[in-house]
Every structure is written in structure tokens, then in C-alpha cells.
């Protein structure tokens, strides 16, 4: 069973320990955890390096970065256009963490991100494993390897210190859920609903009986997304489960603003984090 670390992060922590510092404190100061999704370079390299500090800084936990491709299969249209106008400035593994170090350089937020196996494949599982922690990242989402074919890819973010993050969903059996629960790292994915990433689509399917299970097995955190975008849907699925992951609704509320993106980004993380630090208030 996983035990968050208590306390607060790190300043040389890394990987999985740095999520677990940052989760362990969140856990012990009674605060639900956020994270959002942004497209990396979308719609600049340098938007995303300068984006990431401002999110963390006004109130997001974990950010969770896109590595843009070409056939996202988990991604709703909001997504799948951010990753078209994103591939145009990064096209590979490279690119990719070329921003990923410029912008640890600029924060200690945790860093994870979610990509698709081709890429991972072709660059190879241990050269991306190291080349990620040596980048600044701590961890990686990957919802087209499921973990009855992702031994080997487990395995060796298990030895160097990345963290695997594995999804949960609404169809997921009880006995596969709690495999998954028992292999992930950093937290457990729980995907509210059937289909891709977007926005509203009502309460999660079963998120209550499939939350209850969960705690009767692992402590690892629970983080609820897919179909999250206002601030009462934030405390709505943010009190039942340890925080929520926003992407369609962040990038939405950039595109809603093209004068000043990166002003109303800042300004929803901060609706989002008050509703968040609302409950049980």
C-alpha cells in the first residue's frame, strides 16, 4: 500500500518523490489538489514556458503537459485543435523536453505529461525515461498503453523514479481496478465518464461506488478529470475525490480571451482553486 510523504516539497526531490511530497502535504494541510492540463506550445513555446510558473503560482498543484500528436485518441475536439496548432512548433520527443527544461528552470511545480506510446516507442522506453527526469519531468500519462502490455515500460520508471500513471474508468472491472491502483505512481487517473477529454457531461458514472472501492485498497491520491470546467463542478468532484484535472476548460477560457490568454488563465485557476479550498468550509 502507498503512503503519501509527509511535509512539504523538496527542493532536490524529483520524480515520483517529488509528487509524493507535494501530495503528502497537500493531504496533511487538509487541501484538495490541482491539476491542469496545458498543450505544450500552444500557441508558443514561449506562451507554455511562461504559462506554467503563473498557473503554478496562483494556486495549480501539478501541471500536466501535452506532448502534441498527430493521433490523439483520448483527446476531445478542445484538445485535438490545441495539438494541431501546438505539433506546428513541436514536432518531437526533443522539442518537447527542450521546453520542459526551460521551464523548470523557472518553477519546481511538479511536471507531468501526457503523451501517446508512438512516441515513447520510437524514441525508446528507457532513453525517454531518463531523457524526461533529466529534463525536469516527473512523471507520464500514457492512456493508450494499458498495463496488461506496459510491464516493461513500468518496470523501468519504477527503477530510475518516474512516476506511471495509470487511468481508471468508468468500465474499468473491479479486480483490474485495484491492479491499477496498486501500480500506479504519483496518483491514480480516474476518468469521470465513457469517452474523451471535454466539457460538461454531468456527474461521473458510478464515481462514488468506484472512489469507496478505491480507498479500501490503496492511499494513493485519487484525481478525478475528463468533463471538469466550472468551479462548482471543481468542489462537486474535488469533495469526493483528493483534487481534479482541468485541460478542455482551461484552454477554452484562453481561447474565450485572445487579447490576454494567459490573464484569464490566471484568473481560472484562481476560481478554480477557491472552489476547491471551499470545501468543507
Known amino acids: 500500500m502507498q503512503r503519501p510523504v509527509q511535509g512539504g516539497v523538496q527542493g532536490g526531490s524529483r520524480g515520483t518523490a517529488r509528487l509524493a511530497a507535494t501530495f503528502g502535504a497537500l493531504r496533511g494541510a487538509g487541501r484538495k489538489a490541482l491539476v491542469l492540463y ?39 475536439p478542445v484538445i485535438q485543435a490545441a495539438g494541431q496548432r501546438a505539433i506546428r512548433h513541436i514536432s518531437d520527443v526533443p522539442a518537447f523536453l527542450a521546453l520542459v527544461r526551460a521551464i523548470r528552470r523557472r518553477t519546481a511545480v511538479p511536471l507531468v505529461t501526457m503523451t501517446y506510446y508512438n512516441p515513447v516507442f520510437r524514441y525508446g522506453e528507457q532513453p525517454f525515461i531518463a531523457a524526461a527526469l533529466e529534463a525536469g519531468l516527473d512523471g507520464a500519462i500514457v492512456p493508450d498503453l494499458p498495463l496488461v502490455e506496459a510491464g516493461s515500460w513500468r518496470a523501468l520508471c519504477l527503477e530510475a523514479g518516474l512516476a506511471a500513471i495509470f487511468l481508471e474508468a468508468p468500465n474499468t472491472t473491479p479486480a483490474h481496478a485495484r491492479e491499477l491502483a496498486e501500480a500506479t505512481r504519483g496518483f491514480l487517473y480516474l476518468v469521470s465518464l465513457k469517452g474523451v477529454t471535454g466539457a460538461e457531461r454531468g456527474l461521473g458514472e458510478n464515481l462514488g461506488e468506484r472512489i469507496a472501492r478505491l480507498r479500501g485498497w490503496v492511499e494513493t491520491p485519487l484525481m478525478v478529470g475528463f468533463g471538469i470546467s466550472t468551479p462548482a463542478q471543481a468542489r462537486q468532484f474535488g469533495a469526493a475525490a483528493d483534487g481534479i484535472i482541468v485541460g478542455s476548460g482551461l484552454i477554452a477560457r484562453m481561447e474565450s480571451a485572445p487579447a490576454d490568454p494567459l490573464g484569464a488563465a490566471v484568473a481560472y485557476t484562481r476560481e478554480l482553486r477557491a472552489a476547491l479550498d471551499s470545501i468543507g468550509g
Do not use: N, Y
Open 38 to 76: 496545458l498543450m505544450a506550445g500552444d500557441p508558443s513555446p514561449a506562451f507554455t514556458e511562461q504559462a506554467v510558473p503563473r498557473l503554478a503560482e496562483s494556486g495549480a498543484d501539478v501541471i500536466e503537459l501535452g506532448l502534441p500528436f498527430s493521433d490523439p485518441v483520448a483527446d476531445g
